[in-house]
T-cell receptor
């Protein structure tokens, strides 16, 4: 149980294009999803928290107009990196939590998406 | 002061020995504590969580929590080369949605 998928696993794009990353909870309803980015040999950096049906809450310093997050259903959240630049190249990871794990707080991570912007 | 602190390592342990990973946190109101394992190039996977003082065992893994000292640890018994990874400590505050992660400890098990 508690499987989270991400698509695509790897993407290479040209500078200035937009990239959409999907995060799906496969066997549970994800009331809350989280988006992280991670640079090589660094820890996870939380970008935003999204609750199903409401606007995402962004962490300080994260541009909400650049990183668009949509959590339209209990099994799907998307992150769109708009007008991507080389400095946006990173490992993007989503995680999800259901109502059962809400009290304890455990999060289940997707496999991640490696974005390279040329 | 960082909210969640871990020794970044690398920590080298011989195969078959006990690996001990430590984590301290600053928020006294923290409720739940998690250990994640992350292999190079992969995403984190949950090993176990603990929220009561004392020990919690799951197979070769034991989590230990001491809220008075604001300290949580993970012991890995009979360490295997496949345990070589970065171990992330994460803490959830009271009423918080998000987890606060430490910087991770890189563990290497030497055959």
């Amino acid at each position: 149980g508690a499987v989270v998928s991400q698509h695509p696993s790897r993407v290479i794009c040209k500078s200035g294009t937009s990239v959409k990353i999907e995060c799906r909870s496969l066997d549970f309803q994800a009331t809350t999803m989280f988006w992280y980015r991670q640079f090589p040999k660094k820890s996870l950096m939380l970008m935003a928290t999204s609750n199903e049906g409401s606007k995402a809450t962004y962490e300080q310093g994260v541009e909400k107009d650049k990183f668009l997050i949509n959590h339209a259903s209990l099994t799907l959240s998307t992150l769109t990196v708009t007008s991507a630049h080389p400095e946006d190249s990173s490992f993007y990871i989503c995680s999800a939590r259901d109502q059962v794990s809400r009290a304890v707080g455990e999060q289940f991570f997707g496999p991640g998406t490696r974005l390279t912007v040329l | 002061q960082k909210e969640v602190e871990q020794n970044s390592g690398p920590l080298s342990v011989p195969e078959g020995a006990i690996a001990s990973l430590n984590c301290t946190y600053s928020d006294r109101g923290s409720q739940s504590f998690f250990w994640y394992r992350q292999y190079s190039g992969k995403s984190p996977e949950l090993i176990m969580f603990i929220y009561s003082n004392g020990d919690k065992e799951d197979g070769r893994f034991t989590a230990q929590l001491n809220k008075a000292s604001q300290y949580v640890s993970l012991l890995i018994r009979d360490s295997q080369p496949s345990d070589s990874a970065t171990y992330l400590c994460a803490v959830k505050g009271e009423g918080a949605q998000k987890l606060v992660f430490g910087q991770g400890t890189r563990l290497t098990i030497n055959p």
